[in-house]
């Protein structure tokens, strides 16, 4: 069955950057692409880009351009996103979801991001 | 592409039947809508993509309609498994969510 696997939660100092991982198994990997997704405390869902594990492609939102930046492992499976120049605002839980179609069918469980100082 | 999603929060009885807008600053086709459901402490869940197509494992108590800028999500019969937030997201162009709808218990 298809499993997205993320990395454990972080405690990040304002400023630092923070790298999460996503194992994926059960489908081939480089067949679908990845997106990024975070959701802040008690509020809603926003992407953050896209790689194709394909090739590499990326696709950044805007907001992200310049301190963000995803890349893909083959031989392993697994996504990286890693996010730098951290504020308080970045506080949240950061999803990988595969995508299908433009939609997402399996996430990650999540990875909960703390920036504290 | 800005999607509003109304009401904020629908609160109805078990049994009922539960309809979620989701409306789209401009239009996103007919077949770039997707619909989640999150639950407390997981992550979300896909129901609906291409605003009418249930996902893998996804009941038919769940049913998305639609084009253009207006987008539907009905649950036809409530269950106590169906009280969670929803939330739409557009991929006609770079992607977006909207801010969510509650479906409580009343």
Same mark, same amino acid.
């Given at each position: 069955?298809?499993?997205?696997?993320?990395?454990?939660?972080?405690?990040?100092?304002?400023?630092?950057?923070?790298?999460?991982? $996503?194992?994926?198994?059960?489908?081939?990997?480089?067949?679908?692409? &990845?997106?990024?997704?975070?959701?802040?405390?008690?509020?809603?869902?926003?992407? &953050?880009?896209?790689?194709?594990?394909?090739?590499?492609?990326?696709?950044?939102?805007?907001?992200?351009?310049?301190?963000?930046? &995803?890349?893909?492992?083959?031989?392993?499976?697994?996504?990286?996103?890693?996010?730098?120049?951290?504020?308080?605002?970045? &506080?949240?839980?950061?999803? $990988?979801?595969?995508?299908?179609?433009?939609?997402?069918?399996?996430?990650?469980?999540?990875?909960?991001?703390?920036?504290?100082? | 592409?800005?999607?509003?999603?109304?009401?904020?929060?629908?609160?109805?009885?078990?049994?009922?039947?539960?309809?979620?807008?989701?409306?789209?600053?401009? /239009?996103? #086709?007919?077949?770039?809508?997707?619909?989640?459901?999150?639950?407390?402490?997981?992550?979300?869940?896909?129901?609906?993509?291409?605003? /009418?197509?249930?996902?893998?494992?996804?009941?038919?108590?769940? /049913?998305?309609?639609?084009?253009? !800028?207006?987008?539907?999500? !009905?649950?036809?019969?409530?269950?106590?498994?169906?009280?969670?937030?929803?939330?739409?997201?557009?991929?006609?162009? /770079?992607?977006?969510?909207? #801010?969510? !709808?509650?479906?409580?218990?009343?």
């Amino acid at each position: 069955q298809v499993q997205l696997v993320q990395s454990g939660a972080e405690v990040k100092k304002p400023g630092a950057s923070v790298k999460v991982s $996503c194992k994926a198994s059960g489908y081939s990997f480089t067949t679908y692409g &990845m997106s990024w997704v975070r959701q802040a405390p008690g509020q809603g869902l926003e992407w &953050m880009g896209w790689i194709s594990a394909y090739n590499g492609n990326t696709n950044y939102a805007q907001k992200f351009q310049g301190r963000i930046t &995803m890349t893909t492992d083959t031989p392993t499976s697994t996504a990286y996103m890693e996010l730098g120049s951290l504020t308080y605002d970045d &506080m949240a839980v950061y999803y $990988c979801a595969r995508e299908y179609s433009g939609s997402y069918d399996y996430w990650g469980q999540g990875t909960l991001v703390t920036v504290s100082s | 592409i800005v999607l509003t999603q109304s009401p904020g929060t629908l609160s109805l009885f078990p049994g009922e039947r539960a309809t979620l807008s989701c409306r789209a600053s401009q /239009s996103v #086709g007919s077949s770039y809508l997707a619909w989640y459901q999150q639950k407390p402490g997981q992550a979300p869940r896909l129901l609906i993509y291409g605003a /009418s197509s249930r996902a893998a494992g996804i009941p038919d108590k769940f /049913s998305g309609s639609g084009s253009g !800028t207006d987008f539907t999500l !009905t649950i036809s019969r409530l269950e106590p498994e169906d009280f969670a937030v929803y939330y739409c997201q557009q991929y006609s162009s /770079s992607p977006t969510f909207g #801010g969510g !709808t509650k479906v409580e218990i009343k």
